[in-house]
């Protein structure tokens, strides 16, 4: 058997695996990768899959960065089923279909600036709606804990990971040569006690562990604290008559944000005159989706289906599925609460409404779940003083509040919680899902306490597994991380710095009005050159 690591490795986003058994080829996950320009670029190589070759597709969960892909496959050639739970399913018709608009809105936005700079061949969108109502119609729902075949001599089963609706984790067991070898694959494992979804369950023992490891360096703050961030982020912005601006998945973060606003709504501590808005089409629709789907809510969210005080609360959420009706918050003055996406900052409403609002300092911005690496939401965690929005620079003089205690992944302890009943066979375990400085932390504590040592895969490696050993692995490093040619680059900058002074002289004797137009160029190259040597 061959695992290549299409993703989610060494880094947080793209999750894939392409996995060779039994005469197949199939993917655990087919995600989309987030981040700067470079690590959104594999998002269009599209040779890794060899997407007609593919005989099936088993999805963990419903967010983008695990199944984004799947339209892509779809429009270079998949044909075959894709495996899911029931909510995973419907979140993914809403979800599916939301990214293939944005990948058309951007694609017709790149057009329009390629024409007024007198560009040709603009990028084609990633994908389009044609191919992501395709791709769902490939969905196949599966039941938790009823294991099926997708293939002769494999069978797979799905275990509640607690992550989001509907998210999984699953168990292959694989019959090749004479030998059965088990994987457990984690997706996103979930917090004990989290908001609305059940607590994550542990599969049965396994030969290996594919294990996600984002908060690996890091335990949660004290989740019953969240609550009272939340509170403390309303009062600074109401008290200063601004805006509170929530950045959060449309799926699972916003209904549990939802509910800790209740939450203060019970105590008091919602002001009366503070509308709420949930600006987010996707989240008004994935709203109704979990209503329909709370067979596997915890009991606590349950409950609340049927408490007089959460109705009347939620009759204050003002919902705003339209443009028009998203423009018009920002047109009105006053304090008020803005749920929006994209979560991490890098599309959708919630960059319109930062616009309006980085910039003022009685402003707050709550970021309330993981900030991939290269997105602007998470240079605004690490304390940005500028972020660039529509192409203007913008000074960062709201208030930033981290609150992790909303996080969907397990943080550390909980992470090696969850492992802990697994490791009784003493299982290889793979760290998939996190950054480097997470996952090598994380594989020093479990050594610690199980006296294993994880594997840490890197982008693109390919690794052979004989039973319960791993035979072979083989790097693509170049292909993984080209080389940045740094001797280049500062050797042409300097080359052409070098072209600029010789040309100064004759610049010096141009009449007045020219001479300011190239000043006014060379600022804003100082002023780039300054941004830069900010970053380093």
Same mark, same amino acid.
């Given at each position: 058997?061959?695992?290549?690591?299409?993703?989610?490795?060494?880094? /947080?986003?793209?999750?894939?695996?392409?996995?060779?058994?039994?005469?197949?080829?199939?993917?655990?996950?087919?995600?989309?990768?987030?981040?700067?320009? =470079?690590?959104?670029?594999? #998002?269009?190589?599209?040779?890794?899959?060899?997407?007609?070759?593919?005989?099936?597709?088993?999805?963990?969960?419903?967010?983008?960065?695990?199944?984004?892909?799947? @339209?892509?496959?779809?429009?270079?050639? *998949?044909?075959?089923?894709?495996?899911?739970?029931?909510?995973?399913? !419907?979140?993914?018709?809403?979800?599916?279909?939301? $990214?293939?608009?944005?990948? !058309?809105?951007?694609?017709?936005?790149?057009?329009?600036?390629?024409?007024?700079?007198?560009?040709? #061949?603009?990028? =084609?969108?990633?994908?389009?709606?044609?191919?992501?109502?395709?791709?769902?119609?490939?969905?196949?729902?599966?039941?938790?804990?009823?294991?099926?075949?997708?293939?002769?001599?494999?069978?797979?089963?799905?275990?509640?990971?607690?992550?989001?609706?509907? $998210?999984?984790?699953?168990?292959?067991?694989?019959?090749?040569?004479?030998?059965?070898?088990?994987?457990?694959?984690?997706?996103?494992?979930?917090?004990?006690?989290?908001?609305?979804?059940?607590?994550?369950?542990?599969?049965?023992?396994?030969?290996?562990?594919?294990?996600?490891?984002?908060?690996?360096?890091?335990?949660?703050?004290?989740?019953?604290?969240?609550?009272?961030?939340?509170?403390?982020?309303?009062?600074?912005?109401?008290?200063?008559?601004?805006?509170?601006?929530?950045?959060? *998945?449309?799926?699972?973060?916003?209904?549990?944000?939802? *509910?800790?606003?209740?939450?203060?709504?019970?105590?008091?501590?919602?002001?009366?005159?503070?509308?709420?808005?949930?600006?987010?089409?996707?989240?008004?629709?994935?709203?109704?989706?979990?209503?329909?789907?709370?067979?596997?809510?915890?009991?606590? =969210?349950?409950?609340?289906?049927?408490?007089?005080?959460?109705? #009347? *609360?939620?009759?204050?959420?003002?919902?705003?599925?339209?443009?028009?009706?998203?423009?018009?918050? #920002?047109?009105? $003055?006053?304090?008020?609460?803005?749920?929006?996406?994209?979560?991490?900052?890098?599309?959708?409403?919630?960059?319109?409404?930062?616009?309006?609002?980085?910039?003022? @300092?009685?402003?707050?911005?709550?970021?309330?779940?993981?900030?991939?690496?290269?997105?602007?939401?998470?240079?605004?965690?690490?304390?940005?003083?500028?972020?660039?929005?529509?192409?203007?620079?913008?000074?960062?003089?709201?208030?930033?509040?981290?609150?992790?205690?909303?996080?969907?992944?397990?943080?550390?302890?909980?992470?090696?919680?969850?492992?802990?009943?697994?490791?009784?066979?003493?299982?290889?375990?793979?760290?998939?899902?996190?950054?480097?400085?997470?996952?090598?932390?994380?594989?020093?504590?479990?050594?610690?306490?199980?006296?294993?040592?994880?594997?840490?895969?890197?982008?693109?490696?390919?690794?052979?597994?004989?039973?319960?050993?791993? =035979?072979?692995?083989?790097?693509?490093?170049?292909?993984?991380?080209?080389? /940045?040619?740094?001797?280049?680059?500062?050797?042409?900058?300097?080359?052409?710095?070098?072209?600029?002074?010789?040309?100064?002289?004759?610049?010096?004797?141009?009449?007045?009005?020219?001479?300011?137009?190239?000043?006014?160029?060379?600022?804003?190259?100082?002023?780039?050159?300054?941004?830069?040597?900010?970053?380093?």
């Amino acid at each position: 058997m061959k695992i290549q690591f299409l993703g989610a490795a060494r880094t /947080v986003t793209g999750s894939c695996f392409l996995i060779e058994a039994c005469g197949k080829r199939f993917c655990v996950d087919c995600g989309m990768h987030q981040g700067n320009k =470079a690590i959104e670029a594999r #998002n269009r190589d599209e040779k890794n899959y060899d997407a007609p070759r593919l005989d099936f597709v088993l999805i963990t969960h419903a967010h983008i960065d695990h199944s984004g892909l799947l @339209p892509l496959l779809t429009k270079q050639g *998949f044909t075959n089923p894709a495996y899911c739970t029931k909510a995973t399913a !419907e979140l993914l018709e809403i979800m599916l279909q939301d $990214s293939a608009h944005i990948q !058309e809105m951007e694609a017709m936005w790149q057009a329009k600036k390629f024409s007024r700079r007198g560009l040709q #061949n603009p990028p =084609a969108p990633l994908y389009g709606m044609d191919d992501a109502v395709k791709a769902i119609s490939q969905l196949r729902p599966v039941e938790y804990h009823t294991s099926f075949e997708p293939a002769p001599g494999i069978r797979v089963t799905y275990y509640d990971a607690g992550h989001i609706l509907g $998210s999984g984790s699953l168990r292959l067991e694989v019959e090749e040569n004479g030998k059965t070898t088990s994987i457990i694959f984690s997706g996103d494992i979930g917090r004990p006690h989290a908001l609305i979804v059940r607590d994550p369950e542990s599969p049965p023992l396994a030969d290996y562990i594919f294990m996600e490891s984002t908060y690996g360096d890091r335990n949660h703050k004290n989740e019953s604290l969240s609550v009272q961030e939340l509170a403390e982020a309303i009062a600074y912005s109401y008290g200063k008559r601004e805006k509170v601006i929530i950045p959060a *998945f449309a799926v699972e973060r916003t209904q549990e944000v939802l *509910f800790c606003l209740f939450k203060l709504y019970e105590a008091g501590k919602l002001p009366e005159d503070m509308p709420i808005y949930v600006d987010s089409p996707m989240a008004i629709r994935a709203t109704e989706v979990f209503a329909r789907n709370s067979d596997v809510f915890d009991e606590e =969210a349950a409950a609340l289906l049927h408490n007089k005080d959460a109705h #009347n *609360f939620m009759g204050r959420v003002r919902y705003t599925p339209s443009a028009a009706e998203s423009m018009q918050i #920002n047109s009105t $003055s006053g304090p008020a609460i803005i749920i929006s996406a994209s979560g991490m900052c890098n599309a959708g409403r919630i960059r319109h409404h930062l616009k309006h609002n980085i910039w003022k @300092p009685g402003a707050s911005v709550v970021f309330v779940g993981y900030q991939a690496v290269g997105t602007p939401g998470r240079k605004l965690v690490e304390q940005a003083k500028k972020i660039t929005l529509f192409g203007e620079d913008m000074d960062v003089a709201a208030r930033i509040f981290t609150i992790n205690g909303f996080s969907g992944h397990a943080g550390q302890s909980q992470l090696l919680d969850w492992l802990a009943p697994l490791m009784a066979n003493q299982p290889q375990v793979v760290l998939v899902h996190g950054e480097s400085t997470a996952q090598e932390t994380l594989a020093g504590l479990i050594k610690e306490r199980f006296g294993a040592s994880p594997l840490i895969p890197d982008y693109m490696e390919e690794m052979t597994l004989e039973g319960k050993q791993v =035979a072979a692995t083989v790097q693509h490093e170049q292909q993984a991380r080209p080389r /940045v040619n740094w001797p280049f680059l500062t050797s042409e900058v300097e080359r052409k710095w070098a072209m600029f002074k010789d040309r100064l002289a004759d610049v010096e004797n141009r009449p007045w009005e020219s001479q300011t137009e190239l000043q006014e160029a060379l600022a804003k190259m100082d002023y780039a050159m300054t941004r830069l040597l900010s970053r380093m």
